[in-house]
């Protein structure tokens, strides 16, 4: 099956670790993003990527760091320079920047 | 579950009736426009989609309309069902940006 796949669903780490999100696609997709999303608020983009081994910073990337260095994987750093990181993070991807995004299922990220 | 998002407006509605969700932007660039539905829990889904050259696009039970002289942008879903509950972003982008969200709608169906 084709698609998104982020791991693990849910994730507990404590304050002050760094921490990795992973996100893998095998939709052949050229472009990659994450976002993070907050209660009462919508998606917010912290990275995105056009291409492999190119990313740009979004509105929220503070914090954060992206690498991709293969098409089909854009693992997402928290660090600990982030200094809200309890949310839900969602990585998406598309064949162009201009089309439909698909999304995997989400990792709830919870510091303690 | 998990909460999508606890202070969203809400839009309820009676199993059968017709839904209008609406959603404005800001950018007069913005050239391609997505509806997406989110379960709670789960990642957003697409739902339809329309281009700025275009005011009217329809799907299976799904319109959206787009008014591009006032940067609005609507979601009409026919004979509303329980199944539809959920939050529904709308999202736009123009040239190589990435895509852009609004705050979201939840949508409650009542039985």
């Known amino acids: 099956d084709g698609g998104i796949t982020q791991s693990p669903k849910y994730l507990f780490r404590k304050e002050g670790q760094n921490v990795t999100l992973s996100c893998e696609q095998n939709l052949n997709h050229d472009a990659m993003y994450w976002y993070r999303q907050d209660p009462g608020q919508g998606l917010r983009l912290i990275y995105y990527?056009?291409?492999?081994?190119?990313?740009q910073k979004g509105d929220i990337a503070e914090g954060y760091s992206v690498s991709r260095e293969k098409k089909e994987s854009f693992p997402l750093t928290v660090t600990s320079a982030q200094k809200n990181p309890t949310a839900f993070y969602l990585c998406a991807s598309s064949a162009a920047p201009n089309t439909e995004a698909f999304f995997g299922q989400g990792t709830r990220l919870t510091v303690v | 579950g998990e909460s999508v998002g606890l202070h969203l407006p809400t839009l309820s509605v009676q199993e059968g009736d017709n839904s209008i969700i609406n959603c404005a932007y800001s950018n007069s660039a913005s050239d391609y426009f997505i509806w997406y539905k989110q379960e709670s829990g789960k990642g957003p889904q697409f739902i339809i989609d329309i281009r700025s050259n275009m005011d009217k696009r329809q799907g299976q039970r799904v319109t959206v309309l787009l008014n591009k002289t006032v940067k609005h942008l609507s979601l009409q879903i026919a004979a509303t069902q329980p199944g539809d509950s959920a939050v529904y972003f709308c999202a736009e982008t123009t040239g190589r940006r990435a895509l852009t969200f609004g705050s979201g709608t939840r949508l409650q169906v009542q039985p």
């Open positions: 990527s056009q291409i492999v081994n190119d990313f």
